[in-house]
């Protein structure tokens, strides 16, 4: 899922996951402050998250750098994980999150700031687990 009424046409959550890189296979969120959700089916373990804004280099503006990430096994009440008002990408379009290893059957990431102050826009979002990607765009 996905902010209610907040995705530009043609540019779904489903496009973080469909193995394509670039602005024309995004997500873009019509508000700087916006949230996406994943349910991974079951209870899996992970301990990664990795999003871009756009892993072919060109466009590195909308990349959410203020967030909070949490997990919830009931998709109701949920845990924080990690929570950043300012962070630093690790390229100018790629983020690599490590943490503590979570047991959990939902993710959430609510992005509250960008780069630019621009809706937020990211061409994949990966969840990883010891036994590799869980939600993958790749």
Same mark, same amino acid.
């Given at each position: 899922? *996905?902010?209610?009424? =907040? ?13 394509? %890189?670039?602005?024309? !296979? *995004? ?6 402050? *916006? ?5 991974? +089916? =079951?209870?899996? #373990? %992970?301990?990664? $998250? @990795? ?20 997990? *919830?096994?009931?998709? =109701?009440?949920?845990? =924080?994980?990690?929570?950043?008002? +300012?962070? &630093?990408?690790? !390229?100018? #379009? #790629? ?6 290893? &979570? #047991?959990?059957?939902?993710?959430? %990431?609510? @992005? ?14 990966? @969840? ?9 765009? $790749?």
């Amino acid at each position: 899922k *996905s902010s209610p009424n =907040q995705e530009v046409p043609g540019h779904h959550r489903r496009n973080l996951v469909d193995a394509s %890189f670039g602005d024309l !296979s *995004s997500w873009l969120a019509t508000t700087n402050t *916006s949230w996406l959700e994943f349910n991974l +089916q =079951q209870p899996k #373990t %992970f301990s990664k $998250v @990795i999003w871009s804004r756009d892993r072919t280099g060109i466009l590195k503006d909308r990349l959410p750098i203020g967030y909070t990430l949490s997990s *919830s096994n009931d998709g =109701q009440s949920w845990n =924080q994980i990690k929570f950043e008002t +300012q962070s &630093v990408p690790n !390229s100018p #379009t #790629t983020y690599n999150l490590t943490f503590p290893p &979570v #047991t959990a059957q939902y993710l959430r %990431f609510d @992005i509250i700031k960008t780069n630019d102050a621009g809706p937020a826009a990211l061409d994949d979002f990966e @969840i990883i687990g010891s036994q590799g990607a869980l939600w993958a765009g $790749v």
